[in-house]
């Protein structure tokens, strides 16, 4: 293992893609202590019954939202995957993992697949046949990811999801006809790659950041108890990423993976800095 990231061998994005998660990921950098909820909650999703297994973890950035030191401890191998590279050598530089050599950075990585063809379709926009071979191409990607070569007890897809939708939906306008096909391909593609990696009895944990203050206003005076119901409302009245909801993902989790009861998590809050909050829950499969 090393602690000096890798070029890997998968698909690259570039330009406008790569550099529009890199300047996200540059405003957040110093938000250590902003997302300790949410590092919190996701902590307990991911803490191993006894240390010294593997956990991959899909869109890690500047692991703000994981304790690396702690992930170390409970670890024995941890596989850091991102399209940003910057992002991910300077968490490490920054959380200082006494075990950091049991870390495996994988970057420059596009778990899209696509990050080609989204590029080019900023540049020019592409014909409804550009798009459906591309849909195919999803569809019937085989290609082993590099970190796939040995199974994990958990991998962990913290709020990545929504990024890579959005990617697609920024290349190709929300409005397009054929962008509910591609982002329903991604949707199932992300949810197929994740299974896949974990072992037999192993966890796969997708957090959604499924609405934020943007669609609900402030935080101020709503209790934790009363975000079950602030979900609700939400997604009964569309003002969250409807193609994420419990609904929308049990039933691609039912058609992709073959799995008719994934568990839903209680909806928490992941505060972004002081102005901005997200409503987010976790599907847990194993
Ligand atoms: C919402 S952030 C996750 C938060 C991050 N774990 C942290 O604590 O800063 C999403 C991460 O996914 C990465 N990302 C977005 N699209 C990606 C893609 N297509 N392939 C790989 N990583 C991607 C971004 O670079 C970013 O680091």
């Known amino acids: ?12 994005a570039e330009d406008s893609i790569l550099s529009d998660q890199a300047a996200m990921n540059s405003t957040t950098v110093r938000q250590w202590a902003m997302y300790s909820s949410h590092r919190q909650q996701i902590e307990k999703l991911i803490t191993p019954a006894s240390p010294c297994g593997r956990i991959c973890v899909l869109g890690a950035g500047n692991c703000n939202d994981l304790d690396l030191p702690w992930l170390t401890q409970m670890y024995s191998q941890s596989h850091l995957v991102d399209l940003d590279v910057g992002s991910l050598a300077s968490a490490v530089e920054r959380q200082k993992p006494s075990r950091a050599a049991s870390i495996c950075l994988w970057a420059p990585f596009d778990l899209s697949g696509i990050g080609d063809a989204l590029r080019n379709w900023r540049q020019a926009p592409p014909s409804d046949d550009q798009i459906l071979k591309c849909i195919e191409r999803i569809a019937n990607c085989t290609t082993q990811r590099p970190w796939e070569m040995e199974r994990f007890d958990v991998v962990v897809s913290p709020c990545v999801l929504s990024q890579i939708l959005i990617s697609a939906r920024q290349s190709i306008g929300a409005t397009h006809r054929l962008y509910p096909a591609l982002r329903d391909a991604l949707l199932a593609d992300h949810l197929k790659m994740v299974y896949r990696s974990i072992k037999p009895g192993g966890r796969a944990v997708i957090v959604i950041d499924l609405a934020s203050t943007e ?5 101020a005076g709503i209790e934790e108890d009363q975000l079950p119901d602030l979900m609700r409302s939400l997604i009964a009245r569309k003002k969250c990423f409807n193609a994420l909801t419990p609904a929308a993902l049990s039933q691609a989790a039912r058609e992709h993976l073959k799995i008719t009861a994934p568990t839903f998590t209680a909806p928490w809050l992941w505060h972004l800095g002081l102005a901005k909050s997200f409503l987010v829950f976790a599907m847990v499969v194993s």
């Open 1 to 12: 293992m090393s602690d000096v990231p890798r070029e890997s061998s998968g698909a690259r």
């Open 215 to 219: 669609d609900f206003g402030s935080t």
